[in-house]
């Protein structure tokens, strides 16, 4: 794990489009990652953006279901959504806003929308959790907008949710990933992100287009990042806004099940013993 390393920059390895999809109780996604077309960034297992200004694609939300192994974390950019837990944990999320929930051993939650119209539109991001991490107690933490530090330049800003950007940090970090995730509006020129040597990631690209090293990213494309050093956006003219995330591989086994995510089968047949026998509070 090291920091940058001099005079290298990020390259693009492949594009990917989201998969139009639904999750909960028929909330309307884009899934990014966690498709057939891209399974995962290890570390990041999925990221599904939701936007619509019609209630019916987003009212009914995520009613309480369970999660083991994880983290998810969740950011608002417009609408309001109600997070509780089975462990007494309960926020509302406004526009900037951001829940970051350490599932690990294992909880019940919902997520519900507290709009019946207008604007909802975030992500939800999922970070594994390495092997040694996924039965400890499980850690909820509402960070709100006016929290999170935005670095300012000429023709950009930089909203850090987490990692180390320009000498500021942002206020969540994972001990062992270090995730470094960001919100970047860029209008003109370029802007150049700390992403340490050795993370992987990819740059979502939700409004506007950018260039990565001669790579034109438009909306609603997620780059895959290759290479090591700093990443550079360029503005081709027009504003962007860009999801900028990426952590350390954890290069462990990874067995899925809906909401529970391990590292052998036998320990989802356990999460799953787990959670009929009501282990999940």
């Known amino acids: 794990m090291t920091t940058q390393t001099a005079n290298k920059t990020r390259t693009v390895a492949r594009l990917v489009r989201g998969l139009p999809t639904s999750d909960g109780a028929g909330v309307r996604l884009n899934r990014v990652i966690g498709t057939q077309a891209l399974p995962d960034v290890d570390p990041f297992l999925m990221l599904d953006e939701f936007r619509s200004d019609d209630p019916k694609a987003y009212i009914a939300g995520f009613p309480e279901h369970p999660h083991r192994g994880f983290e998810t974390i969740t950011y608002m950019l417009a609408g309001r959504m109600r997070h509780k837990d089975t462990r007494g944990n309960e926020g509302l999320l406004g526009p900037g806003d951001v829940q970051w929930m350490t599932t690990a051993r294992g909880l019940q939650h919902s997520e519900m929308p507290e709009q019946q119209d207008g604007l909802m ?147 989802i047949h356990e999460a799953i013993r787990d959670y009929q026998r009501g282990l999940f509070d």
């Open 121 to 267: 539109q975030g992500f939800q991001l999922w970070l594994n959790l390495p092997a040694k991490e996924k039965m400890l107690d499980p850690v909820y933490k509402d960070i709100p907008a006016a929290t999170i530090p935005v670095i300012a330049g000429d023709g950009h800003t930089i909203k850090l949710i987490a990692g180390r950007q320009s000498g500021v940090t942002g206020p969540i970090a994972s001990p062992t990933t270090k995730p470094y995730v960001a919100d970047v509006v860029l209008t003109k020129g370029e802007v150049t992100l700390d992403i340490p040597d050795g993370h992987a990631g990819f740059a979502y690209v939700y409004d506007g287009a950018v260039d990565i090293a001669g790579t034109r990213v438009e909306r609603a494309q997620a780059a895959v990042l290759a290479g090591e050093g700093a990443l550079t956006l360029t503005a081709p003219g027009e504003e962007a806004r860009v999801l900028v995330v990426s952590g350390y591989p954890l290069k462990e086994p990874v067995v899925r099940h809906g909401p529970f995510v391990m590292n052998t089968v036998a320990e």
